[in-house]
């Protein structure tokens, strides 16, 4: 149905052959959401489509949601605004998984390009399946009964830190107390075994003593982020990417300063159970 462009053997695919300003049948939705379980980020070139069309998209695969400190969108509540400028540039560094202070975290998100700097700014995604396959057995079996805590404070510590910071957010820090997840996630389409922590919301390890919970936290880490494991998108005027928040990892590449760097996203209700 569409011209599919691999990225990496592991992740991302381009999709060319579709135009997201118009009504998308039952037939492209679902090979849309093939593709994105398969590819586990999906890109689209060429799309000079405005939020409706971005949020009609997300609306197929579940209800969207919004997130507790971003601006949004006027008109778009669900439309969050992901903006670094000179004065007040960007504060995420760190590979993470989308919101998973939540008990459920996000299926997905929807990210478009609306001002980009003439160079720099790409986003990189890694694959939390193919880090879970490049582990032994014997470290593979030791994960699986082990859960860790993420938290919505530690995320945000830097804005929490900032005068009035703490009374900005009060109300999400009040929504979102600790949660735990299992550090082994299974999948609820494709069945994949996936690497479930990330270093902007994971603190520690159940069970574990501070030591050993940080050490086996920063193997996994930078274990997840093997350059085998990931891709980079360049982006372009026009572009979008899909990725399924329950097997990636993502991080903006934050080489572009001091230039402009605006994007839209757009996030996707998770899975229940989780």
């Known amino acids: 149905m569409f011209d599919i462009k691999p990225i990496t053997a592991?992740?991302?695919?381009?999709i060319h052959g579709i135009d997201l300003s118009q009504p998308i049948g039952d037939e492209a939705y679902q090979e849309i959401r093939r593709l994105l379980v398969e590819h586990k980020v999906i890109f689209f070139r060429d799309q000079d489509i405005g939020p409706q069309h971005q949020k009609a998209l997300a609306a197929l695969f579940g209800p969207v949601q919004s997130h507790p400190s971003y601006p949004t969108v006027e008109g778009f509540p669900e439309i969050t605004i992901i903006e670094s400028?000179?004065?007040?540039?960007?504060?995420?560094?760190?590979?993470?998984?989308?919101?998973?202070?939540?008990?459920?975290?996000?299926?997905g998100s929807i990210l478009r390009g609306i001002i980009l700097p003439e160079k720099g700014g790409d986003t990189a995604w890694s694959s939390l399946s193919a880090a879970y396959e490049g582990l032994s057995d014997k470290m593979q079996s030791f994960l699986s009964g082990l859960s860790a805590v993420h938290?919505?404070?530690?995320?945000?510590?830097?804005?929490?830190a900032e005068p009035g910071g703490r009374d900005q957010l009060a109300q999400a820090l009040a929504d979102n107390p600790p949660v735990e997840h299992p550090v082994i996630r299974t999948h609820p389409e494709s069945g994949e075994k996936l690497i479930f922590v990330n270093e902007l919301f994971t603190t520690h390890i159940v069970g574990m003593k501070e030591k050993e919970?940080?050490?086996?936290?920063?193997?996994l880490y930078?274990?997840?982020?093997?350059?085998?494991y990931t891709c980079r998108f360049q982006w372009r005027p026009n572009s979008l990417a899909f990725w399924d928040n329950r097997a990636t990892l993502h991080k903006p590449v934050n080489d572009y300063f001091p230039a402009h760097r605006r994007m839209e996203r757009i996030t996707i209700d998770g899975d229940r159970p989780f």
């Open 151 to 160: 938290d919505f404070a530690f995320g945000f510590k830097e804005s929490l």
């Open 222 to 228: 930078r274990h997840c982020v093997t350059l085998e």
């Open 10 to 14: 592991v992740i991302g695919a381009e």
């Open 85 to 107: 400028t000179p004065e007040n540039p960007t504060k995420v560094e760190l590979w993470h998984t989308d919101m998973t202070f939540n008990p459920h975290p996000p299926l």
């Open 213 to 219: 919970s940080r050490s086996l936290l920063e193997f």
